[in-house]
């Protein structure tokens, strides 16, 4: 039986969730988002709220990557303004809820500028170009220790209100709450938080792949002479990509910081980064919203796995953790593009046709 009604009008197919098996499938996955802080563990928690970010920020990469077709690996500098803008900012007394969004709009300020050079540059020219961003974000960074902190790092309080300024990361917000007789620590609170803001990005994402400029983005992808022909401009469509692929990748940097708690420039913030959400949105599904959702996902639970299997072969277990679990997942990638280029995606479309077509083989 066929997942959705048939699309008479442009109103049925810009509906959100107009299959039964995704409104069910989003009912359970609320569920589930809701029980999971009251069972799971400290560590358990933090692996969440790392998958949570992840998805921001490969949702962030699908804008301009997978929907807009500009390849760049200059992720990691957005994902650092909007980290030490709340590390600052923090550090100032200013309160979470302003420097999460304010740390995207630092990142799109930047990625309104680098926009431009997207009009002439494609492929692997812009891809060089956006990796001499995160060398430039990263100089300016280390330029004034006063300020960030410079190679020693700095701390990432997090204020629930306008506070004075501390040089302690222990805010009231980090302690442990008690409601009702039921202690709320720390990365549970987190995990409400970042939950909120990845279901509101998700949202955000499916609703832009439906609206008039994500489909013009798509347009721009698949080629753009010929959407201008058919009344798209490129230019702007370019420049809007990377101002809304680059606040939200603000966002996930300010998420990752108060996970953090603390921040150095490099780690996390180099090559590798950029090259990791590549290899997310790749993974998922690239140009889908499925994809921005499985592939962080896919990412984070396969990332130990990786890590235990390289232990365990000759010549990769000679490498570290980290060059193990990059190396592997490099594998897995090129594996993909050869034999499923549609990622989790195309895995979920075959098994879903095949349940659809049960019990016939056809």
Do not use: C
């Amino acid at each position: 039986m066929p997942n959705r009604p048939l699309a008479a009008d442009y109103r049925d197919a810009r509906r959100l969730w107009a299959g039964r098996w995704e409104r069910r499938g989003l009912i359970l996955a609320i569920v589930a988002a809701i029980v999971f802080p009251m069972v799971a563990g400290h560590n358990a928690l933090t692996i969440a709220n790392l998958t949570l970010i992840a998805i921001v920020g490969a949702s962030a990469l699908m804008i301009l990557t997978g929907f807009t077709g500009q390849i760049s690996l200059g992720h990691a500098a957005f994902l650092a303004l909007g980290a030490y803008t709340a590390a600052v900012g923090g550090q100032a007394g200013l309160p979470f809820w302003l420097l999460i969004p304010a740390g995207g709009l630092v990142a799109a300020a930047v990625g309104l500028a680098v926009g431009p050079f997207a009009l002439r540059l494609e492929g692997l020219y812009l891809a060089i170009v956006t990796i001499g961003l995160i060398f430039l974000v990263n100089h300016v960074l280390l330029s004034f220790p006063d300020i960030t902190g410079g190679v020693g790092g700095i701390g990432v309080p997090m204020h629930l209100g306008f506070a004075e300024t501390e040089g302690s990361v222990l805010t009231p917000f980090s302690e442990t709450w008690q409601l009702g007789g039921i202690a709320i620590g720390f990365e549970q609170k987190l995990y409400a938080l970042y939950a909120l803001i990845a279901l509101a990005t998700v949202l955000g994402l499916r609703n832009l792949a439906l609206s008039d400029t994500g489909r013009a983005m798509m347009a721009v992808r698949d080629h753009d002479l010929a959407a201008a022909v058919m009344g798209v401009n490129p230019a702007r469509t370019k420049i809007t990509a990377f101002g809304v692929s680059s606040f939200v990748a603000g966002v996930a940097g300010a998420m990752f910081a108060y996970q953090q708690q603390y921040l150095t420039v490099e780690p996390p913030f180099n090559l590798l980064l950029s090259v990791q959400y590549i290899a997310m949105i790749i993974l998922g599904g690239i140009g889908t919203v499925f994809g921005a959702i499985a592939g962080p996902v896919a990412f984070v639970v396969l990332t130990p796995l990786m890590e235990a299997l390289g232990r365990q072969l000759p010549l990769i277990s000679e490498l570290s953790s980290s060059q193990q679990s990059t190396l592997l997942f490099s594998l897995l990638v090129i594996v993909f593009l050869i034999f499923e280029p549609l990622g989790l995606y195309g895995v979920w479309l075959r098994i879903k046709r095949y349940f659809l077509a049960w019990p016939f083989s056809y």
